[in-house]
């Protein structure tokens, strides 16, 4: 059971918009902490590929883009293309825990 | 550029410790934490800990307090993850990855290290 919620999968077509979620609650998200994204391609180490909620690490393209508002927070990718099928993971802080924390991941589907 | 090295698969059986190496380079050592990431065939991603490089002050998460022993070595710029007391359900691909801070993020990641608990 992960301590941040996300969907276990999202899909759309080429081109489409798609958004994934990830709910906390007051003691990560929703307490302040910055959340992050990570890629993870089939067989490969996560990448990160958004941080502090909104920022682009150099190199990651403008199609995706995080946001935050309360205890939640969405990544959204636009224009999907066939190379973003990935599993994706969302992290925060929790003060209760000491801990970063993750979703349990959301694996994008390309169709 | 910055770049995370971990050691190879290892296979144990129940009862044993593992220690994963974690090299890194391109960076100031002491500038950077290194935290510590598991994840189970098909399983989401789980935390172990964190290690301040420049001290070595350590926060382990509850779960693995008592098993996990994270280590630097400035000499070498490695970071180390012992595992005692493996159990089959520990059996997994073990990450480190760069993190300026104990909240993370974790910005650059090793290509991670397959232990395998078996009898």
């Known amino acids: 059971q992960s301590v941040l919620t996300q969907p276990p999968s999202v899909s759309g077509a080429p081109g489409q918009r798609v958004t994934i979620s990830c709910t906390g609650s007051r003691s990560n998200i929703g307490a302040g902490y910055d959340v992050h994204w990570y890629q993870q391609l089939p067989g490969t180490a996560p990448k990160l590929l958004i941080y502090?909620?909104?920022i682009r690490p150099s190199g990651v393209p403008d199609r995706f883009s995080g946001s935050k508002s309360g205890p939640s927070a969405s990544l959204a990718i636009t224009g999907l293309q066939a190379e973003d099928e990935a599993d994706y993971h969302c992290?925060?802080?929790?003060?209760?825990?000491?801990?970063?924390?993750f979703g349990g991941g959301t694996k994008v589907t390309v169709l | 550029q910055v770049q995370v090295v971990q050691s190879g698969a290892e296979v144990k059986k129940p009862g044993a410790s593992v220690k994963v190496s974690c090299k890194v380079s391109g960076y100031n050592f002491n500038n950077f934490g290194i935290g510590w990431v598991r994840q189970a065939p098909g399983q989401g991603l789980e935390w172990l800990g964190w290690i301040n490089s420049y001290n070595g002050n350590t926060n382990y998460a509850q779960k693995f307090q008592g098993r996990v022993t994270m280590t630097t070595d400035t000499s070498t710029t490695t970071v180390y993850m012992e595992l005692s007391s493996l159990r089959f359900d520990d059996t997994a691909v073990y990450y480190c990855?760069?993190?300026?801070?104990?909240w993370g993020p974790g910005d650059y990641w090793g290509q991670g290290t397959l232990v395998t608990v078996s009898s």
């Open positions: 502090s909620n909104g």
């Open positions: 992290q925060s802080y929790d003060r209760s825990l000491s801990a970063w924390v």
């Open positions: 990855a760069r993190a300026h801070a104990a």
